[in-house]
C-alpha cells in the first residue's frame, strides 16, 4: 500500500506539472488507472482504493472532466458511508470537489437534476459549515467557494463577486494556495460570463500566478490556451505580495463592473 500510495502521488506530481500524455489522467506507458483501480478491488483494499480515488478526483476536477470528476466523487462516498478512512481530513476536500463539480454541471442539467443537485451541495455545505465553525482555517475559504458558486447558480450576482472574495481571502490567510487558485479561476470564469474581460484577465492571471507557486503548470498551460489574450505573463515569487498585478486592472473597469452587479 504504501509503495503504490508513493507511485501515484509521484504521478499526480507529474499531472499537475503537464509531464503526461494527458493533462486530465494518470495513465502512460507505465501506468494505467483501471489496471491500478482493479488491483484495489481485487485485493479488498478500500482504503488504497479510497486516496487513489481522491487523487482522481482532483485531477478530474482540475483539468475540467466534470462528469468523470462526478462519477468519482460518487464512488468515495459510497466509502465514506462505509466509514472508510473514517476521521480522514480529506473527507472535507471530498466533499469540497463534489460540490464544485455539482455546481460545474448545474447549466446543462434539466429541472429535476437542478433541484438533486441543489439539495446535494446544500448536504454537503451542512457539513461543511460545522466543520468551518470549529476549524476555519482548514474549511472556511471552501465553504465560501461553494457558497459563490451556488449564489452564481441561482443568478445571485452581488452575492456570488463578495463570495467569491471572501473565498479568496480565506484561502489566501490560510495558506491554501491551491484553493485560492481554484477561487480566481471560478471568479474569473464569473466575470468573463458577465461581459467583463478585463477583470476576467486579473483573475484568471491570478490563478496563474497560484497555479505556478503550487506547482500545477500544466493547469497554467491549460488557461492559457483557453484565454489567450487574457492573462499576463507573471513570475511571482512565493513571499511575494499577492497584489503585484494588481495595477493592470482600470479601475474606472471595476467600478463600472461593482455598479452593474
Known amino acids: 500500500f504504501v509503495k503504490s500510495s508513493f507511485t501515484e502521488n509521484r504521478r499526480v506530481l507529474l499531472c499537475l506539472k503537464g509531464l503526461l500524455p494527458e493533462r486530465h489522467c494518470l495513465d502512460d506507458q507505465d501506468f494505467s488507472e483501471k489496471e491500478n483501480r482493479a488491483f484495489y478491488i481485487e485485493?479488498?483494499?478500500?482504503?488504497?482504493?479510497?486516496y487513489f480515488l481522491w487523487?482522481?478526483?482532483?485531477?478530474r476536477y482540475l483539468f475540467g472532466h466534470y462528469e468523470d470528476a462526478l462519477s468519482i466523487s460518487n464512488e468515495l462516498k459510497k466509502l465514506?458511508?462505509?466509514?472508510?478512512?473514517?476521521?480522514?481530513?480529506?473527507?472535507?476536500?471530498?466533499?469540497?470537489?463534489h460540490s464544485l463539480t455539482l455546481a460545474a454541471l448545474y447549466p446543462s442539467q434539466r429541472l429535476a437534476g437542478k433541484?438533486?443537485?441543489?439539495?446535494?451541495?446544500?448536504q454537503n455545505q451542512k457539513k461543511m459549515k460545522a466543520w468551518a465553525k470549529h476549524s476555519p482555517m482548514n474549511f472556511r475559504h471552501k465553504y465560501l467557494l461553494v457558497e459563490a458558486e451556488c449564489y452564481r447558480i441561482s443568478g445571485r450576482s452581488g452575492r456570488a463577486a463578495q463570495?467569491?472574495?471572501?473565498?479568496?481571502?480565506?484561502?489566501?490567510?490560510?495558506?491554501?494556495?491551491n484553493s485560492e487558485a481554484i477561487a480566481?479561476?471560478?471568479?474569473?470564469?464569473?466575470?468573463?460570463?458577465s461581459g467583463f474581460r478585463d477583470i476576467a484577465g486579473f483573475h484568471f492571471t491570478e490563478a496563474c500566478r497560484c497555479y505556478e507557486r503550487y506547482g500545477a503548470q500544466g493547469k497554467v498551460s491549460q488557461l492559457r490556451e483557453a484565454f489567450p489574450g487574457?492573462?499576463?505573463?507573471?513570475?511571482?515569487?512565493?513571499?511575494?505580495?499577492a497584489r503585484t498585478i494588481s495595477d493592470s486592472l482600470d479601475l474606472t473597469t471595476v467600478i463600472s463592473a461593482s455598479q452593474a452587479i
Open 80 to 97: 465514506m458511508k462505509r466509514k472508510v478512512a473514517l476521521g480522514c481530513l480529506h473527507y472535507g476536500d471530498i466533499l469540497f470537489i
Open 43 to 50: 485485493s479488498g483494499n478500500e482504503l488504497g482504493l479510497f
Open 184 to 193: 480566481n479561476e471560478r471568479f474569473g470564469h464569473y466575470w468573463l460570463s
Open 55 to 59: 487523487n482522481l478526483q482532483h485531477i
Open 230 to 241: 487574457l492573462i499576463r505573463t507573471t513570475r511571482t515569487a512565493p513571499d511575494e505580495s
Open 115 to 122: 433541484i438533486r443537485t441543489r439539495a446535494a451541495i446544500r
Open 163 to 177: 463570495a467569491y472574495r471572501d473565498a479568496i481571502q480565506s484561502a489566501s490567510e490560510s495558506g491554501y494556495t
